[in-house]
């Protein structure tokens, strides 16, 4: 097949226009095209009165070899790749030892269920609920300031991402298309199937609850084994090769080879590690605050008079600035028409996340704007930003009044250095609630400061993004992992043989799509390495 890219139509096109703009790009006719589908379906709003939809299309013609020899000099006309996953490698049938995983997020669900796929039957360890128990738990910080521990928006099956958008696109590179591979499993998970061509998939965090129970179900029929509220309290290393696992009830497993996707909260995993001599290196993150403001003017903005097009949805952003103090403020995390959400993962701390259902409807638009660090900020051991995020999470606890309240400023107050004593037109959307104050102190001097030189530069591209009755609520803290356990060319710990540091809590990964490839690619490491054992 032959792939148009970059083929460019009105908003409001006619169906068959579609078929008009491939046949003149590629100088058929009628009949030689034998059919075409959508690939990719995006969107140009940069004129947004003028606002076109862009496609990517796989054509099915006559003679497609003379075709592409005529059109070689055309950079949006090529053949179509081969996105088929096939495994690397099948399991013996008498395997001696079970692979382990550490985590049922993204990463270590799709590492789960390759190594499944391949007949490695993995015993998968997650320390928190299956995935409705631990909906409840969540709901109950929300709703009643009743905080678990052990079950809550960072940990439980389906990870972080479970309470989230559920973006599925990213900016990594993927050569061997593990993105399909990974959209694919989803929609037959049962996630909707327009995530296979839309340039910015989600599914929503009502919809993930339904597709992991399935991902679930179908690594259980293959063989492999998810144990909930395991937490893995050791693991155990001799000569440096993992010699097996060490749960809190205080059994072991025995293996020598270990996925770890435990995600970027898992703090007390990365000290056993740090304890256990696994080399360990600080890594940077960002810092920062939520801001809301009402999506119809985020729409107004992106879209103009297209605003609530059934093709476009709700509008998001994308910013980032340098400041003179040489910080960048970026946004992370935009959720159009969506919720921000408690996201703590320790007692006596606050942390704020965002979250959008499948309809992306709420009334508010939020989106992290947050401040880019690095170990020079946080200087000791490997460790220690996760200290540095502590002391950040525990001063917002006791600014929101230390009831799970969060922080909260107006923009225009914030801009002005005065604190805020009522809200106006924007109602904060977090629970179990906003407690109005002064966040000058929640953060650093130079965060502050970054910040408050990024809000009237963002406005000018975004215009009524300083409006003063937005909402800033704090604090912003996971927005990725404060370490990386770095691994070598076959994903393996530097000097521990037998454990592979995968997805974001390793440091190599961004999100859920990045999460999950990323868990494929160390699955098929830990299979290959484990038939060469074997051999």
Not at 383 to 396: H, S, T, V
Request: hydrophobic share 40%; glycine share 10%; aromatic share 6%.
């Amino acid at each position: 097949m032959l792939r148009i890219t970059e083929l460019k139509l009105p908003l409001d096109h006619p169906e068959d226009q579609l078929k008009t703009a491939i046949l003149e790009r590629l100088g058929l006719s009628a009949e030689e095209l034998i059919a075409y589908t959508i690939f990719r379906q995006g969107y140009d709003a940069r004129k947004r009165n003028a606002i076109l939809l862009v496609y990517t299309v796989d054509v099915e013609t006559k003679n497609e070899q003379a075709i592409l020899k005529r059109l070689q000099n055309d950079p949006h006309i090529s053949a179509t790749p081969d996105t088929t996953y096939r495994i690397v490698t099948q399991a013996p049938k008498n395997l001696a030892q079970r692979p382990v995983i550490i985590g049922t997020g993204p990463c270590g669900l799709f590492a789960g269920l390759i190594l499944a796929q391949m007949g490695f039957k993995p015993i998968i360890l997650e320390r928190g609920k299956e995935v409705r128990e631990r909906t409840k738990d969540t709901f109950g910080l929300w709703r009643k300031s009743r905080f678990n521990p052990e079950s809550n928006v960072q940990f439980g099956e389906g990870g972080a991402g479970t309470f989230s958008d559920g973006k599925l696109h990213t900016q990594i590179k993927d050569p061997n298309h593990y993105g399909r591979k990974v959209l694919t499993e989803l929609v037959k998970a049962g996630a909707p199937a327009e995530i296979l061509h839309v340039s910015k998939p989600h599914i929503g965090t009502f919809r993930l609850v339904g597709v992991v129970e399935q991902i679930r179900e179908t690594i259980e029929s293959l063989g492999g084994e998810i144990r909930f509220q395991n937490r893995v309290d050791d693991i155990l290393i001799d000569n440096g090769q993992v010699r097996g696992v060490v749960l809190a009830g205080g059994e072991t497993i025995n293996t020598h080879h270990v996925l770890l996707a435990v995600g970027h909260s898992a703090r007390d995993t990365f000290k056993m590690l740090y304890d256990r001599g696994v080399y360990i290196e600080a890594k940077p993150f960002s810092i920062g605050f939520r801001i809301e403001h009402p999506q119809s003017l985020i729409d107004s903005c992106r879209f103009g008079g297209n605003a609530g097009h059934p093709l476009l949805g709700a509008a998001d952003y994308k910013l980032v600035h340098h400041c003179k103090n040489g910080r960048s403020v970026y946004s992370f995390c935009m959720c159009p028409g969506g919720t921000v959400v408690a996201a703590t993962s320790e007692a006596g701390h606050v942390v704020t996340n965002g979250m959008s259902q499948y309809s992306r409807n709420e009334r508010n638009a939020n989106s992290g704007i947050v401040v880019g660090i690095t170990a020079d900020d946080y200087p000791g051991h490997p460790l220690a930003g996760i200290d540095f995020q502590r002391r950040l999470e525990a001063g917002a606890f006791k600014l929101g009044g230390e009831t799970y309240e969060a922080p909260g400023q107006l923009v225009g107050d914030f801009l002005a250095k005065r604190p805020s004593t009522q809200l106006g037109t924007v109602q904060p959307s977090y629970a179990p609630g906003v407690h109005l104050c002064d966040l000058s102190s929640a953060l650093p001097d130079y965060a502050i400061a970054a910040i408050r030189e990024a809000i009237p530069a963002f406005d000018k591209k975004i215009k009524g993004f300083a409006m003063h009755d937005a909402v800033l609520t704090g604090v912003e803290t996971r927005t990725s992992s404060p370490i990386r356990i770095k691994r070598n060319d076959h994903f393996q710990s530097l000097n521990t043989k037998g454990l592979y540091p995968a997805g974001e809590g390793a440091g190599y990964a961004g999100g859920i799509l990045s999460a999950a490839v990323d868990g494929i690619k160390v699955a098929e490491a830990l299979a290959l390495d484990m038939i060469r054992s074997i051999a």
